[in-house]
């Protein structure tokens, strides 16, 4: 089947511009035709009428393939959905040359397909008005990327399964209609970008968002709406980078998330409403280097398998309600390994291991607001007393796990220090903390 469709779309091409053709010929045709004889036998010659103006509109041959004429037919369109353009971005939506001089438009060859079509949307921070995307990203057939950061798109997100060659999306910080998670989104099997950040999507993340993507390396869901539990299968993921920050998720981290450990390499959970023991399995995570779990209601005190996050550069479990003793071999990883900034204030830690108090004058360890006796910044005596006596019962939900899942007496061999501070001074470098910028 594929020759005789790839025939009749050639011949339909040949037609086009055959008519192009034609229609040139008979407008210089059009002049001064015989239209009958006179009474004396002298033939008379009427002024032909005038050609029909000339549209400026380009026609179908004019373009190098059929593909590109159809893409030139979904831009047109949309083109004239667009009710505010600061940037002026739309002016070069005009003429035949789409790869060229289309601002934000990129060609490329399709697999197995000869002709050169729009393959790739960059709309970042062009700050486009549009109430809808349905019929423009939908209907481009052979896109494989579209990135439109920063715009105030609205309206649903477009049902991308037919898009066979797509896997980046990111329409974050946009005004999308608020709705659950697009969950048209799970039929992009060759998706390696999902980032959806800054909308008003609401309610719980499909299960399907953790094994619908076998490539996936980054999804980032932060500052939407959602809410309840996270999913159980949320360590089927083979994500890279994952952010669920500034949400509204609430119950457990769940312990499949210790699945990830070859794969994960920065998480935020930040800024949400979890709670339950501070799970163990995150101490499996042996790539990460990102671990963000702040501004929660978790509890219980720093499980032993945190000593073996050797390769963690940012560790932040601030403003939490953790409690106990800050371990020794915790703070060691900034010696043993990469860590160069754990933060553990507005917590109600009692104690911190003999290492953590050189962290703390290296200003690599912030225990602010906690009950530790002789730490700066400290909660007063009555605060921390009646959080103890109101917790009292609860605590042993969380029991003290001394299991240590790793040699955490071996060190990487000496790490340069210098090196390690001015590669994390600035959060920019971390992906996941850049996607908390719109």
């Known amino acids: 089947m594929a020759g005789p469709l790839k025939g009749s779309r050639l011949a339909l091409f040949c037609v086009l511009a055959v008519s192009c053709i034609a229609l040139s010929a008979r407008t210089s045709d059009a002049t001064g035709r015989d239209a009958g004889v006179g009474t004396d036998n002298h033939p008379i010659r009427y002024a032909a009428p005038p050609p029909p103006p000339m549209s400026s509109e380009p026609r179908a041959c004019e373009f190098e393939n059929l593909r590109l004429y159809r893409a030139y037919l979904v831009i047109k369109k949309f083109k004239k959905t667009v009710t505010r353009d600061p940037k002026g971005v739309t002016s ?17 060859r399709p697999r197995n397909i000869p002709d050169r079509t729009v393959a790739s949307v960059d709309l970042n921070g062009y700050q486009l008005h549009a109430d809808s995307l349905e ?20 309206g649903a997100l477009p049902n991308l399964k037919k898009l066979q060659y797509f896997y980046e999306l990111d329409v974050s910080n946009n005004r999308l209609a608020p709705a659950p998670f697009p969950t048209d989104v799970l039929g992009l099997a060759n998706a390696t970008f999902i980032d959806i950040r800054f909308n008003s999507f609401f309610g719980e993340l499909p299960a399907g968002l953790f094994s619908s993507f076998p490539e996936v390396e980054a999804i980032f869901v932060n ?50 409403m979890l709670s339950g023991c501070l799970p163990y399995e995150l101490g499996l995570l042996a790539q990460a280097t990102v671990i963000d779990a702040g501004t929660n209601q978790l509890t219980g005190p720093i499980p032993c398998s945190y000593a073996c996050l050797r390769s963690v550069e940012q560790l932040n479990l601030a403003d939490n309600l953790l409690y106990g003793v800050v371990p020794d071999a915790l703070c060691r990883l900034a010696a043993d390994g990469h860590l160069v900034n754990l933060t553990l204030s507005g917590n109600f830690f009692t104690w911190l291991g ?60 000496s790490v340069d220090a210098g090196r390690e501070e001015a590669k994390a001074a600035e959060e920019y470098q971390y992906r996941t903390y850049s996607a908390l910028k719109p």
């Open 135 to 154: 019929g423009f990203v939908d209907g481009l057939p052979d896109l494989a990327l579209f990135h439109a950061n920063s715009n105030n798109f609205g």
């Open 354 to 413: 003999q290492s953590c108090w050189d962290l703390i004058n290296e200003g690599k360890l912030n225990v602010d607001r906690n009950c530790i006796p002789w730490a700066p910044n400290q909660r007063s005596y009555e605060e921390c007393a009646e959080f103890f006596h109101e917790n009292w019962t609860k605590m042993t939900t969380c029991p003290v796990n001394f299991h240590v899942p790793c040699d955490h007496h071996k060190g990487y061999g």
């Open 223 to 272: 500052n939407n709406q959602f809410s309840g539990n996270l999913p159980d299968n949320i360590g089927d993921s083979p994500v890279n980078y994952f952010s669920l920050a500034n949400n509204q998720f609430s119950g457990p981290i769940p312990a499949s998330i210790a699945r990830a450990a070859d794969t994960l390499l920065e998480v935020l959970f930040l800024n949400n």
């Open 92 to 108: 070069t939506w005009t003429g035949t040359d789409l790869c060229g001089s289309y601002k934000g438009f990129f060609c490329e």
